[in-house]
């Protein structure tokens, strides 16, 4: 369950990454140390080796002279802390020091009186002398000093001790370290004039490596533990600056789908989380408005079917009525029955109209119904759709008047769909112009636009129904012309199919002024 969440994946991936990186510095380290402790080693085996030899050649010739090279094995095992082994021609062993012991203990004597090795007294040559006396031997002639030869993991440690008044067994020798032993082995030829007389063979030296080594890898290993340490914190820091803003997004996308659908995720910077978020808005702002907009169209077809009953009701009852009326009282009276007849012919012509009309309305809304589209004058169209209505307004008294350019202009449009348009127009402003009134209908080109207006000087628009004007059914509030409220509506759907726009310019007691703009193109 810990290692599902982001935020510990990502604190262990830096945790093993460094982990990693260090094993991998750490072994490569350990590699060229061991390496480099191994070739200077060697070297330095190889530099003693070929000093006794230098100075092995004077007892190996004309005749081997085996304590002086058993003396001289002896004092360089003690410097070189190494077992040296001197070798005649034939690879014969002539002196031998022995395996190397840990620490050591050799005198030097400053004349020839006496000697103290190993804590015992002898009066034999010395090991070894140093030439002229040390600075802190002072003004004596003779005595002894104990050398003691201490074994650490980076070579040997040479104590000097004055013993001139002490018994040498009493001195105090600290616990030498235990360390390894090397398994290389030199050997160096000790050469004349006349060619190969020896040889000289040193080994079993102290294994420095491997306490260099024991101290590199603990070294890494506590920066393995350090770094990982870091790099949890900062695996700790950064998974909190990821997965926070991700938290969010979470909340945010349960809280959508709950219901909430005005929920937006916080945005922090620039980078991928950052554009997941606003992409997340994105999506939500285009969730609520497809919701918003399908609330809309689903109370609009509810009203839409309510009106269009209501529409349909009126004529249906109407003829209900009619034709009781033919079947009751006036069927023995011959002009009433014709005259009921008359009227029920309106109202199924009146309820053809509606369900055509709305039929066309759906269609056009839809995107269903295909234009028939083709370049026509504008002058044509508006002579055919104003031409209907001329009886109609000599009838009401009403003046019908034309404004036309005097050049032709063509517009691409279907010309029946876009009279009917017009037609409504000029029917609408008939029906609310006063008899002694006027009416214009007008058309014009003005750049790449064709215009049409019709203008009455009636009783005017109120604001608050100018916004609704266009919608289906709508007939305002204080309207007082009977109709189904699906004119205008059908103008807009026309006029949108061809891509343009139709508007209303009206007040109070001032008339009103319809404009059609459709592209000349």
């Known amino acids: 369950m810990l290692f599902r969440s982001i935020r ?20 490569l380290t350990l590699s060229l ?46 410097l070189g802390n190494a077992r040296v082994r001197i070798l005649d021609a034939r690879q014969q062993v002539i002196a031998d020091s022995g395996p190397r012991q840990q620490g050591g203990e050799m005198a030097l004597v400053g004349s020839g009186e006496g000697l103290v090795q190993n804590g015992e007294a002898t009066s034999s040559a010395p090991p070894f002398m140093l030439l002229g006396k040390p600075a802190w031997w002072g003004a004596r002639n003779h005595g002894y000093i104990t050398v003691w030869r201490i074994e650490g993991a980076w070579g040997s440690r040479l104590l000097f001790v004055d013993n001139e008044q002490g018994d040498p067994g009493e001195v105090a020798v600290p616990t030498p370290e235990v360390i390894q032993r090397s398994a290389h082995i030199v050997t160096v030829p000790v050469s004349n004039d006349l060619g190969v007389i020896g040889y000289v063979e040193l080994s079993d030296s102290p294994d420095l490596g491997a306490a260099a080594l024991a101290t590199t890898r603990r070294a890494f290993v506590y920066a393995g533990l350090g770094t990982a340490l870091i790099a949890a914190i900062v695996g700790l820091v950064v998974a909190r600056g990821l997965t926070a803003p991700l938290n969010s997004l979470m909340a945010a996308t349960t809280r959508m789908a709950a219901g909430d659908l005005s929920t937006r995720a916080p945005v922090h910077g620039e980078d991928e989380i950052g554009q997941l978020a606003r992409q997340f808005n994105q999506m939500a702002a ?29 004529p249906i ?8 009326l033919v079947q009751g009282p006036a069927a023995e009276d011959p002009a009433a029955r014709s005259e009921f007849l008359a009227e029920s012919q309106k109202q199924v012509s009146r309820l ?18 295909v234009l028939d589209l083709a370049r026509h004058d504008v002058r044509d169209i508006t002579n055919a759709a104003a031409s209907a209505f001329r009886p109609l307004a000599q009838e009401k008294g009403v003046e019908l008047s034309l404004q036309l350019p005097a050049d032709p202009y063509e517009v691409q449009c279907d010309r029946a769909r876009l009279e ?17 009134g006027r009416v214009e209908v007008g058309a014009e080109v003005d750049g790449a636009v064709a215009r049409w207006w019709v203008q009455d000087n009636g009783p005017g628009i109120d604001p608050a129904d100018q916004p609704h004007i266009f919608e289906r059914f709508y007939r305002g509030k204080h309207a007082r012309a009977e109709g189904s409220g699906l004119g205008l509506a059908i103008v807009h759907s026309i006029v949108q199919a061809h891509h343009g726009r139709v508007k209303v310019e009206s007040a109070p007691g001032q008339g009103s002024r319809f404009v059609m703009e459709l592209p000349l193109a």
């Not at 260090?22 to 072994?27: A, I, K, S």
């Not at 009852?317 to 009781?324: G, P």
């Open 33 to 78: 140390v061991r390496q480099s402790v191994r070739q200077r080693e060697i070297a330095s085996l190889q530099a003693n080796a070929e000093a006794v030899a230098r100075q092995a050649e004077r007892w190996l010739w004309p005749a081997p002279r085996p304590l002086e090279l058993a003396r001289l094995a002896q004092v360089t095992a003690f």
């Open 420 to 436: 009917i348009a017009l037609s409504n127009l000029i029917d609408n402003a008939l029906k609310f112009t006063p008899p002694g």
């Open 352 to 369: 053809e109209w509606i369900t055509q009309n709305l039929l066309d309305l759906s269609r056009l809304e839809a995107g269903l119904a």
């Open 8 to 27: 510990w994946r990502l604190v262990a991936s830096y945790v093993l990454l460094t982990l990693l990186a260090v094993g991998l510095v750490g072994v």
């Open 286 to 314: 285009h969730l609520e408005a497809s919701f918003a907009q399908l609330s809309a169209e689903r109370d609009a077809l509810r009203r839409f079917i309510a009106d269009a009953s209501h529409e349909l009701r009126t």
């Open 317 to 324: 009852t109407a003829l209900q009525n009619f034709l009781d």
